[in-house]
Each structure stands twice: as C-alpha cells, then as structure tokens.
C-alpha cells in the first residue's frame, strides 16, 4: 500500500533566526516509516526539522519547517496513497507578522508576539469522496480518551493514535510510547509501554488488518 506519513515538530518563524517549535523528537513518525517499509509499502515522509536520518527504503522524504510548508507538501502528495498517518506534532498558532529583521531588544522591556491559527492538515484531509484512510494522533495531559474522543470526531478522521504526554517514561522525546487507538466505529485497542519501534509495527499490522491493506 501506499502511506504517507507525517513526523517532527513544525518551527514557526518569528524573526529571521528566532522560532515558536515544541519538544517533539520525530521518533514515533520515522519508526513508523521504518515499519511501514518494513512491510512492503511505498512511503511518503514529510518531516518537520529534526535531527533523524530519513529511514532506508522510503520513497520520497520531503523536509519542511513551517506548518504552512507541511500542509502544501502534504496536499502535493495525496494522489494514490491508501492511508495517511499524521503524526506531527504541528504547531496551532504561527507568528502573524514575521519580522524581517533581527528584532532588538534594546529599550524593549517587554515583547507581545501576536499568533494566528496554522491550517489544521489532519482536519483538511476530511473531504467528500477522499479515497484513502486518515489516522491521526493526539497528544493529551489529562482526560486523555475523552479529548482524544472529541479530537476523533472533530477532525472527521478514521482513527486516532492517543498518548498521554505527561508522562515521563512514554511519548514526546522519549524512545518509548503507550498507545490507545480509538476508531470511529467505537472500539478501542491499547498497546502497552513498547519502544516506539515495536508500537510502529503494531499500529501498522492494526492498521493493515483492519483496513484490509
Ligand atoms: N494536526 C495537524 N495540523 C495542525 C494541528 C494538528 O495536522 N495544525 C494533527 C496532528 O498531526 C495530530 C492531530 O492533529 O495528528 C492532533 O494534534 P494535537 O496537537 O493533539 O491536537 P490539536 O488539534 O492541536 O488540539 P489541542 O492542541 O487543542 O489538543
């Protein structure tokens, strides 16, 4: 099958050599190309700035910075693809006026930046007559299955991969990940504390199973 994928934070710029990013390392996206190549498929990865090798055997990997440059790349790529995977962890808001110059900060005791809203890509791939499977993921701190409910139906997307991110020995910048996939249809299944190597292949057979890919 075909999948796309995508991994790593988004850097939203603020001046020329100052951004707005977030923690995540890119891991859990790159595992899960790795074991989607593993598994015979043609990979699309579209990252974000992070600091991993693209895996051996994806087809494409096309690197961004910003949410904006994520969301064109994505809708570049949708053509033929069975299922989409979005695992970046894209920034909600971006600066509304980058400035041109080094801001100073001379005689500046404080700074207001104003933020807008980035286009939601995993809410955008929730179109009429869409021919592929979209899989999401969400990052929660507390009420964890109930927002990730909420996100599921929100963003119209077949599936959604929760991971509770206050935690310290699972999820963002670690090597390990506890998941719970929730489906559109009601049902659940939850994979124990694995490295996130082991959670990719696992979500990946789910997938393929359920989805007959
Ligand atoms: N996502 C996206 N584009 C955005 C924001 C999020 O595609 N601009 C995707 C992420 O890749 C992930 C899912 O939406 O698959 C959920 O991301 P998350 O940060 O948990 O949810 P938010 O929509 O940002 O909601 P909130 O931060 O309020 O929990």
Redesign the pocket.
Known sequence: MQVLI?AGP?HEPIDPVRFIGNRSSGKMGYALAEAAVARGDEVTLISGPVCLAAPRGVARTIRVTT?DE??EA?HAHLEGIDLA????????YKIADVAEQKIKKEGCETLTLELV?????????NFPKKKFRV??????TNRVLG??RE?LS??G?DA??VNDVSRMDAGFASDNNEVTVLFREGDEVSFTNAPKTQIAAQLLSLLGARYKM
């Open positions: 995508t988004t949410s994520m969301y994505v995977i979005l695992c970046a962890a894209v920034a909600d809203s980035t286009r939601d890509i995993l809410a955008s791939l899989v999401g993921f969400a990052a929660e927002h990730a996100k929100r963003k997307c959604i991969v």
